[in-house]
């Protein structure tokens, strides 16, 4: 069973740039495909970007795209979300997911496997 822990959120201009990392642990990460979804307050957790278990798949939802750029290193056991010309409309808490499916979509309901989440704000 893998276990994730999400880092690199913080406090950035709209315009500016992160990037997320997620450290799994536990299980072999090439097992995963692997997600990122956020939360914004009062609202859903959303789907946000998926890559597939070699990273020779990546999927995006369309507000992001052209923006975020998912990617994953499997033999440092990491996922990565860099994120461009944030908005304040980004402002969530992000995600980090897996599951040991071939691909799973956009539902929350098909990650078996979450991280505690990091806070990303961004200023306008």
């Known amino acids: 069973q893998v276990q994730l822990v999400e880092s690199g959120g913080g406090l950035v201009q709209a315009g500016g740039s992160l990037r997320l990392s997620c450290a799994a642990s536990?299980?072999?990460?090439?097992?995963?495909?692997m997600g990122w979804f956020r939360q914004a307050p009062g609202k859903e957790r959303e789907f946000v970007a998926a890559i597939s278990r070699f990273g020779d798949n990546e999927y995006y939802e369309d507000s992001v795209k052209g923006r975020f750029t998912i990617s994953r290193a499997n033999g440092e056991n990491t996922l990565f979300l860099q994120m461009n010309s944030l908005k304040p409309e980004d402002t969530a808490v992000y995600y980090c997911a897996g599951t040991e499916a071939n691909y799973a979509g956009r539902g929350t309901y098909l990650y078996d496997y979450w991280g505690q989440g990091t806070q990303v704000t961004v200023s306008s």
């Open positions: 536990g299980g072999t990460f090439s097992r995963y495909f």
